[in-house]
């Protein structure tokens, strides 16, 4: 058994050149370039994330409400019944407790879904003063993911007439639509 390592390189480097910075440090048109595509596809990918989490919150918020309305409902017929038949009070009772229940675990998934929007809007704020402060451009375009062409007309429709019929574009489409931010990147001028 040996205890040495030989390491040769790899085929075809070639010692001290630099591809993407120059000796001062600054990058070069291709650096610039490369670090372009990372803001961009960064910030796109932390977006479609937050997009996705807002989707999921507002999923186990509805099933929580919806939940909460049910045992409600259960307990108002449970004080009607009180007196006449205690044992079926007893029964939405402790139908009324798993209702709960299951109602608090989806408001944990839901708080679990926001602490996850907090972290990505941090994350995106973040990106946007690095590269703003590198002097990169970046342009942001508000968009809907999952769209199809006819929804995706009629929320360009309702932004171009300001939407003050219906109130707002997201009024109009259901939840299985995502909504987020495009953003472009542009790199900085010499």
Same mark, same amino acid.
């Given at each position: ?60 918020? *509805?099933?929580? #409400? &919806? ?5 409600? @409902? %259960? /307990?108002?017929? !449970?004080?009607?019944?009180?007196? +006449? ?29 926001? *602490?996850?929007? #907090? &972290? ?5 704020? @973040? %990106? /946007?003063?690095? !590269?703003?402060?590198?002097?990169? +451009? ?29 109130? *707002? ?22």
């Amino acid at each position: 058994m040996y205890d040495e390592l030989y390491h040769h390189g790899i085929l075809g480097q070639r010692w001290g050149v630099r591809r993407f910075q120059n000796y001062d440090g600054s990058l070069t048109n291709k650096g610039k370039n490369r670090s372009t595509r990372y803001y961009k596809k960064a910030l796109n990918r932390v977006d479609k994330g937050i997009a996705e989490e807002r989707r999921d919150y507002g999923d186990e918020r *509805s099933v929580a #409400i &919806k939940l909460r309305r049910k045992s409600d @409902r %259960l /307990l108002t017929k !449970a004080g009607n019944v009180i007196d +006449t038949n205690p044992n079926k009070a007893d029964r939405y009772y402790s139908k009324i407790d798993k209702l709960e229940k299951k109602a608090n675990e989806h408001d944990a998934k839901a708080n679990a879904h926001m *602490s996850n929007i #907090i &972290k990505g809007q941090e994350l995106t704020e @973040r %990106l /946007l003063n690095e !590269a703003s402060s590198k002097g990169y +451009t970046v342009t942001q375009k508000l968009t809907a993911r999952n769209v199809t062409k006819g929804h995706e007309y009629v929320l360009n429709a309702l932004s171009v007439l300001g939407a003050y019929a219906v109130g *707002s574009p997201i009024a109009v489409t259901t939840s299985s639509h995502m909504y987020g931010t495009k953003y472009t990147v542009k790199k900085p001028k010499d």
